[in-house]
């Protein structure tokens, strides 16, 4: 069947043709399909709108050249939803009309509002929390439990998965905590040595950035970017196993999910991140020492055989046990956010945000709690 | 002026040192039913989507509508993408929107018809596949493999495009919906003069709808033809596909209805 080009058809038009002695007839003719009307649309329909209005008249459509839906379904509208009584058209347009005639004319809507929306809305957020935490608990005691099993039968450690974990979420972000390390290692040196210089206790500097940077920064800087770095890609990436039903399969399978996903991710965190925090120490102090030197002539070798001096090594240890404990939350709090996603992108995406969000604020929170239970350690 | 419409010529496809297609030709004409079939790994999605421009062929040239889909004709490219529907094998349906939203989305990037207008076309598209329309307002992740196909069906004739692309259309249906599936297809075909070019690995299917069959294997076009004349081909992997216990199920069914309508 040759199909005419689509650019060589006559626009939609509709005008009246009146005959002496014969009812008054509207005669449709032209490309009536989408791509004719796309232009000519907003012209068309006023005039139909006061066509139709005239309700003795006949409708002749034998002129049409293409009939679509959409087309059929303007001249559908413009009759008022119903089929005209004094209608001609082509006999292989007849089944176009056919589908109109069961379009609904009400909209699905949904409900009104509930008066007490608010109550629900806040009721409904307490609840999640409540879940959050109770399938954190579960996922928590499951990790228990295979620690447990595993330390009962050595072999079984997934030393692989502990290893890659500890490669992708250790090794790969040691560019991105160095360059950060840095530059807060130099910013925090350069202010202080501002205020140091009015008192004249320039050598307070190594006091200031040892402190703040072995106890505070370095491992909380390092919790941060690990929780938006790693954390993120454990959530989405159990999440997409979600959504492929890879989850579905390992569990068909009979591979416990926790032994092999979240217990190897929870172990390398936990192992990467006292390591991860002791290199941002590291390149934080040294940021520091080249400011200190700029900025008070502080040279490099006073810098480093003063350190030891000030810094007590509790704070170190305090430190890295930060570290630790942070690299567990993190992976816990992802993990639990990954499992909890449903196969669908919007919950992927809301999930991820749920968990780097989250994982921050557990940091900062279990930060504070430290700082409380640690207050007379390493601060002479 | 334009012949084909789809026109593919010279097609050269290579991943690394593997070559998935060998100078390939292949023209769709107006209005008919194309299927592509072949083995796994044969290409046969591959070229479907370098038909629609979600890939590059290594060589070689497609136009569609006569537009070359890898030219730099930007806005003839973006007439040719309201002519046409794709149907993906998974539905591909945006799972942050509802059914109603999911069809509704091409008319309203049209910025052409008002709300009213679209929401009955919507309503017409999803009653024309079979979804009742208290399903409307639900979102893809709580249907069925089934009915997200359908619904993307409707998303895929949103536009009224001339030409359908169909991956799959019929796998993972249930049989009564299959042949319901196959019946609209015929139906929108008759009506609109759509032209379908679809990959189809379902016998049933293939028999029921092609006006030609186009069959890969071996990096290559074997041959294009009727179905009468591919089946008569002599290739392996044709007999195989066709006259195996399945093929000649399917093929004997269909002589079968031709005979009685041929006695009636």
Redesign the interface.
């Known amino acids: 069947?040759?199909?005419p080009?689509?650019d060589a058809l006559p626009p939609p038009e509709v005008r009246l043709v009146t005959a002496p002695g014969r009812v008054r007839c509207f005669v449709v003719s032209g490309a009536w399909?989408?791509?004719g009307?796309?232009r000519r649309?907003a012209g068309l329909k006023p005039r139909l709108a006061e066509y139709t209005s005239d309700t003795g008249a006949a409708w002749d459509l034998r002129e049409v050249e293409v009939l679509?839906?959409?087309g059929a379904?303007?001249l559908?509208?413009a009759w008022g939803?119903r089929r005209i009584p004094n209608l001609t058209l082509k006999p292989?347009h007849e089944?176009?009309f056919k589908?109109?005639d069961?379009?609904?004319a009400t909209?699905?809507r949904?409900g009104a509002r509930d008066p007490f929306w608010i109550v629900v809305a806040i009721g409904q957020k307490v609840l999640s929390a409540l879940d959050h935490l109770a399938t954190m608990v579960m996922v928590l005691g499951q990790v228990v439990l295979d620690a447990v099993y595993l330390i009962r039968r050595p072999r079984r450690i997934p030393w692989r998965e502990i290893s890659s974990n500890v490669y992708r979420t250790g090794t790969q972000a040691l560019g991105i905590t160095a360059l950060v390390g840095f530059l807060v290692g130099v910013v925090l040196s350069y202010l202080s040595a501002q205020q140091l210089k009015i008192f004249g206790a320039d050598a307070f500097i190594v006091n200031i950035l040892g402190i703040s940077i072995v106890r505070e920064l370095g491992p909380v800087l390092a919790a941060i970017l690990i929780a938006g770095r790693s954390g993120s890609s454990i959530t989405a990436q159990l999440g997409v196993m979600r959504v492929t039903q890879e989850l579905d399969a390992m569990e068909v399978m009979g591979i416990p999910q926790t032994l092999r996903l979240i217990l190897p991710k929870m172990l390398a965190l936990a192992i990467s991140m006292p390591l991860i925090v002791l290199w941002t120490n590291a390149i934080a102090l040294i940021g520091g020492m080249v400011s200190a030197q700029a900025e008070l002539g502080i040279g490099y070798s006073y810098f480093l055989s003063s350190l030891p001096n000030s810094v007590p090594i509790a704070n170190l240890w305090l430190g890295l046990g930060k570290g630790v404990v942070f690299g567990f939350m993190i992976a816990l709090v992802a993990c639990h956010f990954g499992l909890r996603i449903?196969?669908?992108?919007?919950s992927l995406g809301i999930g991820t945000t749920n968990s780097v969000v989250t994982s921050i604020t557990v940091v900062i929170i279990v930060d504070a709690i430290f700082a409380i239970m640690f207050k007379d350690i390493g601060i002479s | 002026m334009e012949d084909y419409v789809v026109d593919v010529r010279g097609l050269w496809t290579q991943f690394g040192d593997n070559v998935v297609h060998r100078d390939i030709d292949l023209s769709v004409r107006y209005g008919e039913i194309m299927s592509l079939v072949g083995g796994s790994g044969s290409g046969k999605t591959t070229m479907l989507r370098q038909m629609i421009g979600l890939e590059r062929p290594t060589r070689g040239e497609v136009r569609v509508f006569g537009v070359s889909l890898h030219g730099d004709d930007a806005a003839g490219l973006r007439q040719i993408r309201h002519r046409w529907g794709m149907l993906f094998q998974e539905g591909a349906l945006f799972s942050a929107l509802t059914v109603f939203d999911n069809v509704a989305l091409p008319m309203r990037e049209l910025r052409l018809l008002d709300e009213g207008l679209i929401h009955d076309l919507v309503m017409m598209k999803l009653d024309m596949v079979g979804i009742e329309l208290r399903h409307a307002s639900k979102m893809p992740a709580e249907l069925s493999g089934g009915m997200v196909k359908r619904i993307a069906l409707a998303r895929a004739l949103a536009l009224e495009p001339e030409l359908l692309f169909l991956d799959e259309p019929t796998a993972g249906l249930d049989p009564d919906r299959s042949e319901s599936f196959v019946s609209l297809i015929k139906e929108l075909h008759l009506e609109l003069h759509l032209t379908v070019v679809m990959v189809t690995h379902d016998l049933d299917t293939l028999v029921a709808l092609s006006d030609r069959v186009a069959v890969l294997c071996d990096q290559r076009l074997e041959i294009v033809g009727t179905l009468d004349e591919v089946v008569s081909d002599t290739h392996p992997f044709i007999c195989n596909f066709f006259m195996g216990e399945r093929g000649r199920r399917a093929l004997e069914a269909v002589k079968a209805v031709k005979d009685i309508v041929s006695m009636t």
């Open positions: 069947m040759a199909h080009a689509m399909n989408l791509r009307l796309e649309l679509d839906h959409a379904m303007v559908w509208r939803g292989e089944s176009v589908h109109l069961i379009a609904p909209a699905p949904n449903e196969p669908n992108t919007e």
